[in-house]
T-cell receptor, first 111, second 115 residues
């Protein structure tokens, strides 16, 4: 089983739509969770950390379900500029802070 | 806003040659990382570095790879004898402290092409 699994997509949505991405992770002891955004041939950029209680940043909402080992990202009122690959990332419980990436979910927002 | 920088942006080399990829982490950061991404694949951890020594390395980071922080600002990745399969995007990252909640900031990457 992959450490971090995501639906690769692509998700093609019209501008203004709401879209949700899901991610599962295999190590129940994983401690930190993030969503990164990666544009084509660019570096990953941190979109948001994911906290146990869930958190929101503008149009973006992240949720964590530790019991199900499941992370989600909701994007409301999607913009053309949201088109990118969204990477689910987890860290292990201790030492080194190594990031483990999922393969990413590709989002294409269309007019 | 502080950022991680990497040079060169693109490196082309012949198989068997040595390459050195350079990174300048964010100035007050203490933890440094190299990741790689083969075209079309996920980002993979290579190595983490703190206090002038390797904290952790992956299976990918074999004897052909080494890292160094020679002068307190640069952080380098050396591949001694490149293979075709080393062709990838190499990202340097840095973070401020070894907290699992701490964010890692990535540089723009060096695209390595091994011919």
């Amino acid at each position: 089983r992959k450490e971090v699994e995501q639906d690769p997509g692509p998700f093609n949505v019209p501008e203004g739509a709401t879209v949700a991405f899901n991610c599962t992770y295999s190590n129940s002891a994983s401690q930190s969770f993030f969503w990164y955004r990666q544009d084509c041939r660019k570096e990953p950029k941190l979109l948001m950390s994911v906290y146990s209680s869930g958190n929101e940043d503008g149009r973006f909402t992240a949720q964590l379900n530790r019991a199900s080992q499941y992370i989600s990202l909701l994007i409301r009122d999607s913009k053309l500029s949201d088109s990118a690959t969204y990477l689910c990332v987890v860290t292990r419980p201790r030492g080194g802070n190594k990031l483990t990436f999922g393969t990413g979910t590709q989002l294409k927002v269309e007019l | 806003e502080p950022e991680v920088t990497q040079t060169p942006s693109h490196q082309v080399t012949q198989m068997g040659q040595e390459v050195i990829l350079r990174c300048v982490p964010i100035s007050n950061h203490l933890y440094f990382y190299w990741y790689r991404q083969i075209l079309g694949q996920k980002v993979e951890f290579l190595v983490s570095f703190y206090n002038n020594e390797i904290s952790e390395k992956s299976e990918i980071f074999d004897d052909q790879f080494s890292v160094e922080r020679p002068d307190g600002s640069n952080f380098t990745l050396k591949i001694r004898s490149t293979k075709l399969e080393d062709s990838a995007m190499y990202f340097c990252a840095s973070s401020g402290r070894d907290s699992v909640y701490n964010e890692q900031f990535f540089g723009p990457g060096t695209r390595l092409t091994v011919l």
